[in-house]
């Protein structure tokens, strides 16, 4: 992923460059399933690094999200062996490793926008 390869360039540690690659695949994948889930389209992401940590915020033209606001639904019960649920675990990872956390509809686009505190640089 490109913005990986800049954001270690930048100095992100191991720790915190893991936890943007985990929180960017979230939201990219739920784009993918939800808001793109009848059509195609673009994606726009900007990413800067700011004093309070890693600022983030990621457009598209797809579905908006139900009710108007990021879900908030607890994570899956788990039932080891005899049952791993395959998803349900997105937005508690999303809200787990993020502040900030925005979402608004505006000139036909969704943006989410977040903050990823950051432990340090290398």
């Known amino acids: 992923m490109a913005v990986c390869d800049s954001l270690r360039k930048a100095g992100l540690n191991e720790d915190d ?22 059509r195609s389209g673009h994606v726009e992401m900007t990413v800067t690094l ?5 600022y983030c915020e990621v457009r598209d033209h797809g579905d908006h999200m139900p009710q108007g606001r990021p879900p908030n639904l607890p994570p899956p019960r788990i039932d080891p ?11 508690h990872i999303i809200r787990s490793l993020t502040t900030h956390l925005g979402y608004r509809q ?3 686009w969704n943006a989410l926008s977040f903050v990823m505190p950051l432990t340090g640089f290398d």
């Open 50 to 54: 700011r004093p309070d940590g890693l």
């Open 81 to 91: 062996p005899r049952q791993l649920p395959e998803g349900g675990f997105g937005w």
């Open 17 to 38: 460059l893991g936890s943007a690659e985990l929180v960017l695949a979230e939201v990219l994948n739920n784009i993918v399933e939800h808001a793109y889930c009848r």
């Open 106 to 108: 505006q000139d036909g």
